[in-house]
């Protein structure tokens, strides 16, 4: 089975980029997201890439979040740019076999996990 290792963030500022990497064996055979999670919220797809090499993203990161597949390194890359406040969370990358058809598929969608990365605001 397919195992994600998360790594990158660092402190968020308001304003400015932050980027993660996610490490998976045969990436380009999954359909891999990012996800977000605030305290006490359920997990938000926030960008997916199908199988295909289609990238879909939520309109909240559209412009600003660019998701990209490294497959000689076999890493899935998330560069955010211009970060909210509220982008403080827990990041999580996921994995799955099935196509992703285009969109931003919910958490239960997914059936592999990382166990994800804080993202606390800068002091």
């Known amino acids: 089975q397919v195992r994600l290792q998360e790594s990158g963030g660092g402190s968020l500022r308001a304003g400015g980029p932050l980027s993660f990497s996610c490490a998976a064996s045969?990436?380009?055979?999954?359909?891999i997201a990012w996800f977000r999670q605030t305290r006490g919220k359920e997990r938000l797809a926030r960008a997916a890439?199908?199988?295909?090499?289609?990238?879909v993203y939520d309109k909240s990161v559209e412009g600003r979040f660019t998701f990209s597949k490294d497959y000689t390194k076999s890493t899935l890359d998330l560069q955010m740019n211009n970060l909210k406040p509220e982008a403080t969370a827990m990041y999580s990358c996921?994995?799955?076999?099935?196509?992703?058809?285009?969109?931003?598929?919910?958490?239960?969608?997914?059936?592999?996990w990382g166990q994800g990365i804080q993202v606390p605001v800068s002091a």
């Open positions: 890439q199908g199988r295909d090499g289609k990238t």
């Open positions: 996921a994995a799955d076999d099935r196509p992703g058809w285009d969109v931003l598929r919910p958490e239960g969608f997914y059936q592999v």
């Open positions: 045969r990436v380009h055979s999954k359909t």
